[in-house]
């Protein structure tokens, strides 16, 4: 039964990383989400599932994006009306991919409302208050969190104190009163930073320096290792400040199929063996 769920855990964390791969900008979102709603989780409730099931679901809150086009998904500016109705699709998108898995019940209902608000103008179903169900609540301050935190084509990010203020403004109308509170004590505590700009411990994210998206780093590269920008091919190579993981230009360009992504197996691997040791079996 364990290799069971930890075959059908693998299957979901690849799709989730591999949809997150499409948008170049994005690297490392699902991971630091899992990370934040988990931190939260652990501040908030004893319950080892109910932490397990955050921390899982933050991770694959997103898997319904792989049914939004990639010309709306990668746009470099603000989304029209009806580009963002498509985009409010993917949490039902992301519950319908969750069909028949042995852990839907427990993990569909914070990848369904992760975009509800206690006001009741979130999506899908505009819930209020308590009717949002407890994991949705905390992934949706995490993924708000990160989401004004990283950089888009389109706008520079807020730095941590700025996003904590958009945080406090909009507690009990955009995010949950509670967790948002203890979100925001837990950043100014520091108990954040060891996943803030970061897509795995000890991997800073990474930019490219022309052209500005993120440039993946898995922990397993060794020094000297080449990895490129997804958007324009730049070559870069790998090297250690201390623990930490850092890239420096070689001013070369790679081959086309440097561009295609490709999922962390070792991240995802770790991501796997932590969630069974805590999920029920089914």
């Known amino acids: ?16 990383a591999l949809v997150e791969a499409r948008d170049p900008y994005t690297v490392g979102h699902a991971w630091r989400v899992s990370r934040y709603a988990r931190l939260l989780a652990e501040g908030s409730v004893q319950d080892e599932i109910t932490i397990a099931q955050v921390s899982v ?40 991919l969750l069909a028949g898995h042995p852990l839907e019940d427990l993990l569909a209902p914070g990848i369904r409302h992760h975009h509800e608000r206690p006001d009741g103008r979130g999506y899908p179903d505009g819930l209020k208050g308590l009717e949002i169900p407890l994991a949705a609540r905390m992934i ?4 708000a969190f990160d989401a004004m935190t990283t950089v888009r084509p389109y706008r520079r990010p807020l730095s941590q104190e700025q996003a904590l203020k958009v945080i406090e403004q909009g507690l009990g ?19 954040l930073q060891r996943v803030f700009g970061h897509s795995d411990f000890g991997v800073p994210v990474q930019s490219c320096p022309d052209c500005g998206p993120v440039v993946r780093v898995f922990r397993t590269h060794e020094d000297g290792a080449h990895v490129y920008c997804r958007l324009c091919a730049a070559e870069f190579v790998v090297g250690h400040e201390g623990a930490r993981l850092v890239i420096h ?22 991501l796997i063996l932590d969630a069974v040791g805590h999920l029920p079996p089914g």
Do not use: C, W
């Not at 069971?4 to 989730?16: F, K, N, P, V």
């Not at 995010?175 to 837990?186: C, H, I, K, T």
């Open 249 to 270: 230009p070689t001013g070369r360009k790679g081959a086309p199929q440097v561009v295609v992504p490709e999922p962390d197996a070792e991240l995802i691997s770790r």
């Open 173 to 191: 109308s955009q995010f949950d009163a509670e967790f948002g509170a203890r979100f925001v004590s837990l950043a100014r505590a520091g108990a």
């Open 57 to 96: 679901a933050g991770f694959l809150h997103d898997l319904g994006k792989i049914g939004v086009a990639e010309n709306i998904l990668l746009r470099a500016d603000h989304l029209v009306e009806a580009e963002y109705e498509i985009v409010k699709t993917h949490p039902v998108l992301g519950v319908h």
């Open 140 to 143: 949706a301050v995490a993924d």
């Open 1 to 16: 039964m364990r290799a069971q769920m930890e075959r059908l855990l693998g299957s979901l964390y690849t799709m989730a």
